[in-house]
């Protein structure tokens, strides 16, 4: 039988072949295509149309969050001509469109220092922690970008990958889709940072989502920036940039008011930190089993988000005092996900593995974040915010091959859509580590390229000696 992953898979590919679609030779068997046509679900057959293609890039990059803004940058500063897509109107994805306003896991060398570097040197962060960072979401939207023009990168925003497709095993040609219509463009390799696993699903990898076969998947989040009178009054129920344990007692007193306004937060450890000055981030919402591939539910867990926020700072203000005034300044463009597909690769990053603190030759980051696994319903969330699942997590290796995709070639992925199980996924998907993981997609694909090699054919250390040489590593 196949897993929910494989069956999702095999629904688009029935769907595709019904339509006319190219289908890779071999994803489905002649019997269930003419099942398909003779069966169909209502659908409407597009004509076929020719697309424009371009072929102006050696390696690109889909999704411009924490691991594609480090891709790109790493890979132009090996040498390669890349090119983003990323469908919001900003880079940074998360960082920035999501609102996060907090960086964790950081403390690695590379691409994450540097950015730390010019944060501060732009006063856009708070604290001197490696380890939980608030910093200013609209400075790096400027910092980023200024970053991208620097590498002479080319990128698009408000443009989604829409297909993929393969000749063979290998990855030839994506389709977009933007206010320019469809629009076809080839490189020798490809980095799917899309965060969901977009890329990978299109072009018929293998994935794996949430924790069993019926989505116990980690909930979202929908962040906001607040506007307060006076946050020094607010400093007892403030999460500090620089934690300590005193700062588990601010999230429950923040609780405790949430409660006397007259409500029991969907997330029940809700935080604040201050961004600057009277300018406050908040996250106090859970939006429960919404797969990350179903637009609707989406759609409904962003609106019931933003309602329940609206009516806890509402609610807050009522009680006057030092929450007179409180008022939301933006709330996130798009609701944070913990949970995406883990496209399958040639390792697969396992419970196991942070456990026994593995080591491997081929290592592009050492994470150390436990394991975050958010209530996964909102019963659960009754008694506790979150668990770590009985793991506790001994520094570990992420070798390569858990960034190469194992079902097609030319394709690499980077950040929380990489191949592992669903409790490494919740140590790993931490931001600092993405941008680690982003830095060897974006090295590896670039060499790959540049010397007709497939990723899988280019050994790590050659990509850390390239690092040394543009300055990423010592």
Known sequence: MDTPAQAINRRNLLRAAFSGALITPGALSAAEVEKAIATPEAQ???PAHSLPLVED??????GAGPAGVAAAITAARAGAKVRVFEWRGCLGGVWTAGLLGYLLDFDK???NQELLKRLDERDLRRGTSKGSICYEPEGMKLLLEEMFVEEKIKFQFHTRVSAAYREGRRLTTIVTESKSGRQAWRAPVFIDTTGDGDLGALAGCDFEFGEAESCPCQPMSLNALLV?????ALAAYIHKSDPSKADGLAKDAFKAEIQRAGFFPSYSKPTLWQVRDNLLLVMMNHQYAVPCFDAAKITEATVQARAEMNKIVIGLRKLGGAWEGLQIAATAEQIGVRDGRRIAGRYVVSKEDLIKGVRYEDAVVRPTFPVDVHALTAENNKTAAYHNAGVKVKPYDIPLRALIA???DGLM??????SGDFIAHASYRVTG???AMGEAAGV???LAAMTHRLPHDVPWSEGEAKLKTIGQRV
Request: net charge negative; proline share 3%.
């Open 444 to 446: 590896t694909a670039a």
């Open 44 to 46: 409407f057959s597009e």
């Open 433 to 435: 580590n993405s941008v």
């Open 228 to 232: 307060c009178k006076d946050a020094e």
């Open 413 to 418: 992925m980077a950040g929380r859509c990489i």
């Open 109 to 111: 060398p590379g691409l």
């Open 57 to 62: 890039a050696d390696v690109i990059v889909c």
């Open 406 to 408: 194992k079902d097609v």
